[in-house]
Every structure is written in structure tokens, then in C-alpha cells.
């Protein structure tokens, strides 16, 4: 499947003459975000390929404001009679739901743009043939099971995605704009006299060059080797301790505890850190953003799909909280600036608060100065899943992890996870190491979408570990 390019798309002019003619004369805005999309996915397990599909689909959204509500509709033809039927049917519902709206939507000002934005990668996963993709993933597959006899279940899956958008608001914006998405899962689990473990790997980027990096027996070495791991783990015992967090855990920290309750729509909706701006939250020692400008990232886009610059949005700079993410309605809402944070999973829904890059800014701290004066507490290597709620409270289970006995790395422990008060949590950090790594994933908040997260490893005077009594 070769690159599409974007001149696929109808002309601009076509879209915005679709576009002139379906609004309601009563509207104070309008756009059409047009798209085709070119996606693979692939999953083997234990040797078997369970699911093999190419695709490529066509649609448009369109969106209308009219009498401060909010009307959508989409469709998956491009022809222009189809996007303006599509386009009134949008100005019907919003005109509908004008009539019980409680507080009027308004969105922001910004400043309209004409653009064409290409993603510059090495090897586009468009140009990479199928057979070479399942190729890749049935080597990953044996070259687990040849690292250990204990290996007794492998499932690999693989995606890409590649979009062509084109974006006509009311207000004179016209951006083209790609996306490109490549990712790679391992799921691996391994036993030993009656016990069982597992571990995964997760891994993206932006074009197919991620493999050259990462080739099937170093992948398989790498999760392999976590699993076998914790088959030589003891399990951890339960209770308060000094902890550090590996850059993975506090990637998804970062995701999941802070950010969540930092995207504007779940603050104005009562978040932990509702009427905070400006309030002290956290520690001296941190630094959160969100940014489209790691260009290495899930989240790197030159524009949100409102066509608004992505931007690095600080979160909590130095504890206290200065930020946080919004859209176009959300920015007017709250007389703030709209940060980029406006996107959708496909033309089939509107764009959503969606986090980009997510993560804790680092510090000079070397890793051994992290564990020092640590007497007995746990090193959380790299988490297995997280959760958060609205107010605060979060639960993340922890794959590998070890022992901290006298400032020194010690043996490594099982069946422990962590959770807490965010805030509370913040609190209590009290030094940031060095180095700064993404981790690279989805995030399912109503609508599916790849994002990264991460951060250097992070020291925490307390933290309540799950695990035996």
C-alpha cells in the first residue's frame, strides 16, 4: 500500500463552497474536517495469526455552532453533495439543540491558517508491504519462545495508521495536515513450578524505522526478560514506603493520575484540581507539561484538529498549578488561551481535551543519588496498567520491581502495585532524576488515541504499595 499523499483530497474550495452553502444563516461557525485514512493491523499468537486486515476508508465531520449550541454530523462520502447533506443535517441538530441549551457555547479566538503539514519519516508504514509486517511479528513471536523453555504464551499485535486531513472552517482556515502512527505490543507470559508471570512491551513511533531499532530478538529479549524476572521474584509486603518510580511508572502517572484531571472539560466538570490554578499542589521538585513539540512522541502535531498550534502547555511548574489543557469552548469558557488539545479519533466523532505528551520535566539527580537514604523501600521499575478517577484517586499495577535495602538496589519483587491521592501523592515527591523518555500508547477517553507519556525516574518520600501482608 503505497503513500496516498494528500492531494487525494476534494479541493479546499469545494470544501468550503460545501460548506458556505449548508449553514444556517444564523450560524457563528462551521467547519469540515475532511479525511482518508490507510490503517494495517496484525496479531499473532503462540505462532497463529488471529487477525490480518488492511483498510482504507474516506469520511468527513462537520461541525456547527449556531445559537450557542453545538450541532455534528459526519459521513463517509466526499462528494460535495454528500458533505453539504451532511453539513445541514449538523445545522438541524444544533438549531434543535439551541432550544434547551442552559449556558451558550462560545469558543475562542484564534488566528486562522493556510497550510499544508507533512509528517518526515524515514520509512513510511504505507510503502511497507503486509507480508513484511506479518513477517516481522511471526519472527517476534518465535524468538520468544527460543529465548526460554519457561516461555509458555506469546501475542504479538501490531498497527499503523496513516492519515490525509484537510480542515475549512467558516473563519478562513485551510490546513492539510498528516498523521502518522506506528505501534508494537508484546504480551508474554512464562511459568515455573506452579507459578505464573507475565510481562509486556510497548513501543511507537511515527514511521516504519522503528523496527530497525528494534528488531524481533531484541524485543524478545527485552520483554522476555521481564517475565523471567519475576519468576525468580519474591513478594513484596504491603504497606507505606519511600519508593522510586521508574520512568515508565511515572510516564503513566503522569498520564493518568495528573493529567486526566488537568484537561479542561473533566476540571470544569469537577476534577481534583477544580478552582486550584495557582495554588501550590505539589512538591518543589515538579514540573509537569503536556506537548505537541517532542517531535519523537505520539502527541507531536504542528495543529490540533480545531486548527489551533500545538504548543508545549505547562502544567505544574515548580509545584504549583499554572495550566491546563484546553479547546476552543473550554478557553472561552474559562478566559484562557486554547493550548492545541483538541482532537479526534476519525471523522466519525467530534474532537475531544486529548493529552499529547505527557510528562514530568527532569532534574540533575543521578539514579544512586535517587536511592540514597532509602533504608528499606521498593524500586517500581515499569507499570502493567493504571487507572484514575476525577477526584484523585489512582491505582497502578507494577510489572517489575525491586527491593531498596540501604540506598542499594536489592532483589526483585512480585505482585505489587501502588495507589494513593494524587495530590497527596505530588506532595511527597521530593527529587526528579535525569533524562527524559517516552512511552508509547493509547488512551481510551470515550474515543480511542495514541499519545506518549513519561519523564526521568522520580523519588517519593511515601507511597502505599500494595502487596502481602
Known amino acids: 500500500m503505497k503513500p496516498l499523499g494528500l492531494s487525494f483530497m476534494p479541493v479546499s474550495d469545494t470544501l468550503r463552497s460545501a460548506l458556505e452553502q449548508a449553514m444556517d444563516v444564523r450560524a457563528s461557525y462551521g467547519e469540515i474536517r475532511a479525511q482518508q485514512t490507510a490503517s494495517t493491523t496484525v496479531t499473532v499468537r503462540d505462532g497463529s495469526v488471529e487477525a490480518l486486515s488492511q483498510a482504507v476508508e474516506s469520511g468527513a465531520a462537520i461541525r456547527i455552532l449556531l445559537n450557542g449550541a453545538w450541532g455534528f454530523s459526519s459521513?463517509?462520502?466526499?462528494?460535495?453533495?454528500?458533505?453539504?447533506?451532511?453539513?445541514?443535517?449538523?445545522?438541524?441538530?444544533?438549531?434543535?439543540?439551541?432550544?434547551?441549551?442552559?449556558?451558550?457555547?462560545?469558543?475562542?479566538?484564534?488566528?486562522?491558517?493556510?497550510?499544508?503539514?507533512?509528517?518526515?519519516?524515514?520509512?513510511?508504514?504505507?510503502?511497507?508491504?503486509?507480508?513484511?509486517?506479518?513477517?516481522?511479528?511471526?519472527?517476534?513471536?518465535?524468538?520468544?519462545?527460543?529465548?526460554?523453555?519457561?516461555?509458555?504464551?506469546?501475542?504479538?499485535?501490531?498497527?499503523?495508521?496513516?492519515?490525509?486531513?484537510?480542515?475549512?472552517?467558516?473563519?478562513?482556515?485551510?490546513?492539510?495536515?498528516?498523521?502518522?502512527?506506528v505501534w508494537n505490543y508484546a504480551w508474554v507470559t512464562a511459568k515455573e513450578d506452579g507459578h505464573l508471570t507475565s510481562a509486556r512491551d510497548e513501543i511507537g513511533a511515527h514511521g516504519y524505522e522503528l523496527f530497525e531499532s528494534n528488531r524481533p530478538e531484541t524485543v524478545a529479549q527485552r520483554v522476555v526478560g521481564k517475565a523471567l524476572n519475576q519468576l525468580r521474584a519474591k513478594p513484596a509486603k504491603g504497606g507505606t514506603y519511600p519508593c522510586v518510580l521508574g520512568k515508565n511508572v511515572v510516564g503513566v502517572f503522569a498520564h493518568e493520575a495528573v493529567g486526566h484531571i488537568c484537561e479542561a472539560d473533566l476540571t470544569l466538570a469537577g476534577s481534583a484540581v477544580q478552582g486550584m490554578l495557582g495554588k501550590r499542589?505539589?512538591?518543589?521538585?515538579?514540573?509537569?507539561?503536556?506537548?505537541?513539540?517532542?517531535?519523537?512522541?505520539?502527541?507531536?502535531?504542528?495543529?490540533?484538529?480545531?486548527?489551533?498550534?500545538?504548543?508545549?502547555?505547562?502544567?505544574?511548574?515548580?509545584?504549583?498549578?499554572?495550566?491546563?489543557?484546553?479547546?476552543?469552548?473550554?478557553?472561552a469558557k474559562m478566559s484562557a488561551k486554547p493550548t492545541g488539545n483538541a482532537r479526534a479519533q476519525d471523522f466519525r466523532v467530534p474532537p475531544l481535551i486529548r493529552m499529547r505528551n505527557t510528562y514530568f520535566e527532569p532534574s540533575d539527580h543521578s539514579f544512586e543519588e535517587l536511592l540514597e537514604g532509602i533504608d528499606h523501600g521498593y524500586y517500581l521499575e515499569s507499570f502493567r496498567g493504571g487507572q484514575a478517577n476525577l477526584d484523585?484517586?489512582?491505582?497502578?499495577?507494577?510489572?517489575?520491581?525491586?527491593?531498596?535495602?540501604?540506598?542499594?538496589?536489592?532483589?526483585?519483587?512480585?505482585?505489587?502495585?501502588?495507589?494513593?491521592?494524587?495530590?497527596?501523592?505530588?506532595?511527597?515527591?521530593?527529587?526528579?532524576?535525569?533524562?527524559?523518555?517516552?512511552?508509547?500508547?493509547?488512551?481510551?477517553?470515550?474515543?480511542?488515541?495514541?499519545?506518549?507519556?513519561?519523564?526521568?525516574?522520580?523519588?517519593?518520600?511515601?507511597?502505599l504499595v500494595g502487596g502481602t501482608d
Open 281 to 331: 499542589i505539589a512538591g518543589e521538585a515538579v514540573t509537569i507539561a503536556d506537548s505537541a513539540l517532542l517531535s519523537e512522541g505520539f502527541g507531536a502535531i504542528k495543529y490540533d484538529d480545531e486548527g489551533v498550534p500545538g504548543e508545549r502547555t505547562a502544567l505544574i511548574d515548580r509545584g504549583v498549578l499554572v495550566g491546563l489543557m484546553h479547546n476552543r469552548e473550554t478557553a
Open 75 to 181: 459521513t463517509n462520502s466526499l462528494e460535495k453533495k454528500g458533505v453539504i447533506q451532511a453539513a445541514k443535517e449538523a445545522c438541524r441538530m444544533a438549531a434543535a439543540a439551541s432550544m434547551a441549551v442552559r449556558e451558550p457555547a462560545r469558543i475562542a479566538e484564534v488566528k486562522t491558517v493556510t497550510e499544508r503539514v507533512k509528517v518526515r519519516v524515514k520509512t513510511d508504514p504505507r510503502s511497507v508491504d503486509v507480508s513484511e509486517k506479518l513477517r516481522n511479528l511471526i519472527d517476534l513471536n518465535k524468538s520468544c519462545f527460543a529465548s526460554d523453555p519457561r516461555v509458555r504464551s506469546v501475542t504479538v499485535s501490531y498497527a499503523d495508521l496513516a492519515t490525509d486531513q484537510t480542515l475549512v472552517t467558516s473563519e478562513g482556515t485551510i490546513l492539510e495536515q498528516e498523521k502518522l502512527f
Open 392 to 463: 484523585g484517586t489512582f491505582t497502578v499495577g507494577i510489572q517489575n520491581a525491586f527491593e531498596i535495602s540501604r540506598g542499594e538496589l536489592g532483589l526483585p519483587v512480585r505482585n505489587l502495585g501502588i495507589s494513593g491521592n494524587t495530590l497527596a501523592t505530588l506532595r511527597e515527591v521530593e527529587a526528579c532524576g535525569r533524562g527524559l523518555e517516552l512511552e508509547y500508547g493509547r488512551c481510551g477517553k470515550g474515543q480511542f488515541m495514541f499519545q506518549s507519556s513519561g519523564g526521568p525516574p522520580v523519588r517519593v518520600r511515601k507511597i
